[in-house]
């Protein structure tokens, strides 16, 4: 007897060579960037300015490792409940999918016996199989929208259909051990922007530190490397870097869940 998640398992399996190959690569970028070439203190009185050069672009094969990451595991999901499907003795058609919702009047909507493209038509909706999906749900999550499953279904859809993902950084501003200045001088304001990913293409204004003028002189200087937390996403939607294996992870147990259905 063939194995029914045999293709499933195989999308998995691929989903993570991509999910390897795209962390190696964009930690290999971060670590060959110098940013003692990159980072600028200037002094823009009253403000002492912190501010970067543009940001270099990962090299193309990054992003492209992240999409077909996402896009194996999204074929992963729909896989198995067409395998399902077929289990329950339902017929597989054009509109067969794993459905992907963050909220639940959606996922009701969308799996209703009145909808002709129903993506969970011919399973039975009292049996585990369907339990199974609904539990995996991203409505089920306190925070839907950092939920594997949104993950994939927002960053598969850009990636399948409309461009390739976007890698952006965004400095951490939960604090500034990164700059040291003379112990002496008396910081007076701190100023730091709305959370934005160090540009491209322009100078991005990272903080602005003003000291008493009165006072010695502060002596700003770099104590270390800017602390950045790399992102993939689509501009819309954001997701931090280890994102992808996470979602990797949630796919997996959703299909040791599903095995056990199929014995």
């Known amino acids: 007897m063939s194995d029914p998640l045999f293709g499933a398992n195989a999308k998995l399996g691929?989903?993570?060579?991509?999910v390897d190959i795209y962390e190696r690569d964009l930690l290999a970028f971060f670590k060959s960037y110098s940013e003692a070439k990159m980072i600028h203190i200037d002094f823009e009185a009253p403000w002492y300015a912190v501010w970067s050069e543009p940001f270099p672009k990962p090299p193309v094969g990054v992003v492209l490792s992240a999409g077909d990451?996402?896009?194996?595991l999204r074929s992963a999901l729909d896989y198995l409940v067409c395998e399902l499907?077929?289990?329950s003795g339902g017929e597989v058609t054009q509109y067969t999918q794993?459905?992907?919702y963050r909220a639940p009047g959606k996922f009701v909507e969308a799996v209703s016996l009145k909808?002709?493209?129903n993506p969970l038509a011919g399973l039975d909706r009292k049996g585990n199989a369907w339990a199974l999906v609904e539990r995996s749900q991203p409505y089920r999550s306190p925070n839907p929208i950092s939920h594997p499953l949104?993950?994939?279904?927002?960053?598969s859809n850009t990636d399948k259909h409309r461009l390739l993902l976007g890698q952006l950084s965004f400095p951490r501003f939960d604090r500034i051990d990164w700059l040291a200045w003379n112990p002496d001088a008396v910081l007076l304001e701190k100023k730091i922007p709305a959370l934005q990913p160090v540009s491209h293409e322009n100078r991005t204004d990272i903080c602005s530190l003003r000291f008493d003028p009165s006072g010695p002189d502060p002596q700003v200087r770099m104590n270390g490397k800017v602390p950045l937390s790399p992102t993939i996403g689509n501009g819309d939607w954001?997701?931090?870097f280890t994102a992808i294996g996470n979602a990797h992870e949630y796919?997996?147990?959703?299909l040791r869940s599903a095995a056990v259905l199929f014995l």
Not at 14 to 18: P, S
Not at 251 to 254: A, C, N, Q, R
């Open 14 to 18: 691929r989903a993570k060579q991509h």
């Open 69 to 72: 990451a996402i896009n194996c």
């Open 85 to 87: 499907v077929l289990k």
């Open 98 to 100: 794993f459905p992907i």
């Open 115 to 117: 909808n002709r493209r």
């Open 150 to 155: 949104h993950v994939i279904h927002a960053l």
């Open 238 to 240: 954001q997701f931090a």
């Open 251 to 254: 796919v997996s147990g959703i």
